[in-house]
Nanobody, 129 residues
Framework: QVHLVESGGGSVQTGGSLRLSCTVS????????LAWFRQAPGKEREGVAA???????SYADSVKERFTISRSRAKNTLYLTKKSLQPEDTAKYYC???????????????????????WGQGTQVTVSS
């Protein structure tokens, strides 16, 4: 059973930075997609960034140039490095994994939550103005 555990959330002021981590255990597929989603109160869960086993990445338009997704194979950890944070980035952030690459690009990512097989419990990020 695949387990995803997020960490690194917290409170930060506008313009600040954070790095989220997601430890991925028991996930050995050679083809996969790992991603970060977020959900703000009263809003649907939306895809933020995704990283495929072929090395390609996708980002939501709202976070391009500010967020970077990366992975450490040695540490079995997925990261989301965020800079220039804005109040609208306030949300609970979730790590997700899929055993098949089902799509690419910002348009697919935004509403792709149903395409992912495994989820973490989430970590809260709050950006104050």
């Amino acid at each position: 059973q695949v387990h995803l555990v997020e960490s690194g959330g917290g409170s930060v002021q506008t313009g600040g930075s954070l790095r989220l981590s997601c430890t991925v255990s028991d996930f050995t597929d050679s083809t996969y997609c790992l991603a970060w989603f977020r959900q703000a109160p009263g809003k649907e869960r939306e895809g933020v960034a995704a990283l495929d086993s072929d090395g390609s990445s996708s980002y939501a338009d709202s976070v391009k140039e500010r967020f970077t997704i990366s992975r450490s194979r040695a540490k079995n950890t997925l990261y989301l490095t965020k800079k220039s944070l804005q109040p609208e980035d306030t949300a609970k952030y979730y790590c997700a994994a899929a055993q098949v690459i089902r799509g690419k690009g910002a348009n697919w990512l935004k509403t792709s939550s149903a395409e992912f097989d495994y989820w973490g419990q989430g970590t809260q990020v709050t950006v104050s103005s």
